[in-house]
C-alpha cells in the first residue's frame, strides 16, 4: 500500500496556521471588545428621565398648635407640606424620587403651568415671614445619596406676592419639570 503526500507542501502549511491563528486572535479580540461595550452600556446607562410632576396642593383651615404649654401658634398648611429651617412656619412642597442612571447633576428645575389664589384673612393674619416670600414661586432641587440610592428631592415655597398689587398668594396647583446633566 502506497502513503500519498500531502497536497499541501510545508509552506502553504504554515500560512494555513498562521492564518488561522489571526484569524482565532482576530475573533477573540471581537469577543472580548464587544463584552466590554455591553458591560461599559449597563454599568452607565445615562442621564436620569426627566422628572415632570403635576400637582394640585389641598389648602387646609389654618390649624393652631401648642409650640410650649400656655404658647400657642397659628399655621398655614396643606396635605403633605413640610416644614424647613429656611422659611420659618411658612409650609413647602416636598417631592422626592429614586434617581436610576449615571452620576447626574440637577440642571434646571422649572414650573411650566402655575395656578395662584388670594389668601384668606385667616391665613394672612397667621403669615409673620411675609418679608420672605418672593415676587414667583421658585423650585429647588438637589441629589442626595442614601444608602447607595440616589434621589432627586424638589423644595417648592408655594407663595408669592402678586407684582401687580403687591398682595401674597398661595399655590394651587403647577407642573413642574426637572432636567439633569451629567
Known sequence: MDIEKPFLNQGYFDHFLTMLRYKTFSLISILILSSLVSWAQV????????VS?????QWQPVKTVEVTPGERI???????SVMVDDTGRLP???????????QAHVDQ??????VYQPLTPPEILALDEVN????????SARIVTERKERYVEILLLPFR??????????????????????
Open 43 to 50: 454599568s452607565a446607562p445615562g442621564i436620569p428621565d426627566p
Open 53 to 57: 410632576l403635576h400637582e394640585t396642593l
Open 74 to 80: 397659628p399655621l398655614v398648611t396643606f396635605t403633605g
Open 92 to 102: 413647602v412642597y416636598f417631592h422626592r424620587r429614586l434617581l436610576s442612571g449615571a
Open 109 to 114: 428645575v422649572y414650573l411650566n403651568t402655575v
Open 132 to 139: 420672605q416670600i418672593p415676587s414667583a414661586a421658585r423650585p
Open 161 to 182: 406676592r402678586n407684582p401687580e398689587n403687591g398682595l401674597i398668594e398661595k399655590v394651587v396647583s403647577f407642573q413642574l419639570t426637572c432636567l439633569f446633566k451629567e
